[in-house]
């Protein structure tokens, strides 16, 4: 079946530091989301993209719909202690819906 | 707060057993779809309703079924169960249920199987 792949697996970084993760897939998706996990709560959604190529932020989060449509990323910027979680691409394809397999955030203060 | 209900928050069964599980979808959301996230695992898609319809269907098992009411409240009914089905269902909704929604998770029930 469809696998979306994210890398990296994990990151260790310090407050204040810059984050970069992606997420690519075998298939073309129409639509990327991303969302970011809390341990023991359901997904938040964080963005969403609709259009290759379309670059979009939400405060410090910028995401970015790869041309391919095969691909995107994920930046955060600044990092604060909040920002650890687990971050998961998302999107549909056929009546189908992927996640992928994570990217888990540790900010040390 | 996503606005997506889920009842109940913690769930203790024995195997064999059968149970259900409850999600209220946002206000206007007419799509419930549910998922299964395990120990270690990313969430697998179980099934999808639109208006009271299967619209589409991942990865459930034949002992799992589900069914969305008149009001779009939705059920997922697990029988006969193992101890493999230990993990946390989300519910999650969306206005149309097409594919390109965005979908807005509830604060999952986590059962355990013992």
């Known amino acids: 079946g469809q696998q979306l792949n994210q890398s990296p697996q994990s990151m260790f970084i310090q407050e204040g530091e810059d984050v970069s993760m992606n997420c690519t897939s075998s298939?073309?998706?129409?639509?990327w989301l991303w969302y970011k996990q809390d341990p023991g709560e359901g997904p938040v959604l964080l963005i969403a993209?609709?259009?290759?190529?379309e670059l979009t932020s939400n405060g410090r989060l910028t995401a970015q719909f790869g041309i391919t449509r095969k691909d995107s990323f994920l930046n955060i910027s600044a990092s604060i202690p909040s920002d650890v979680g687990i971050y998961f691409c998302?999107?549909?394809?056929?009546?189908?819906?992927?996640f992928g397999t994570g990217t888990s955030l540790t900010v040390i203060p | 707060d996503s606005g997506v209900t889920q009842t109940p928050k913690h769930l203790i069964t024995a195997t064999g057993q059968r149970v259900t599980l409850r999600c209220s979808p946002r206000s206007g959301d007419l799509s419930v779809y549910w998922y299964q996230q395990s120990l270690d695992q990313g969430l697998q898609f179980l099934i999808q309703?639109?208006?009271?319809?299967?619209?589409a269907k991942g990865n459930i098992l034949e002992r799992f079924s589900a069914q969305q009411f008149p009001d779009l409240h939705s059920e997922l009914n697990l029988s006969s169960l193992e101890l493999g089905d230990s993990a946390l269902y989300f519910c999650?909704?969306?206005?149309?249920?097409?594919?390109?929604?965005?979908?807005?998770f509830g604060p999952g029930t986590r059962l355990t199987v013992t």
């Open positions: 999650a909704s969306s206005v149309q249920g097409a594919g390109g929604d965005e979908q807005y």
């Open positions: 309703y639109y208006n009271g319809e299967e619209r």
């Open positions: 998302a999107g549909p394809t056929g009546n189908q819906f992927y």
């Open positions: 993209l609709y259009k290759a190529g």
């Open positions: 298939s073309i998706f129409n639509t």
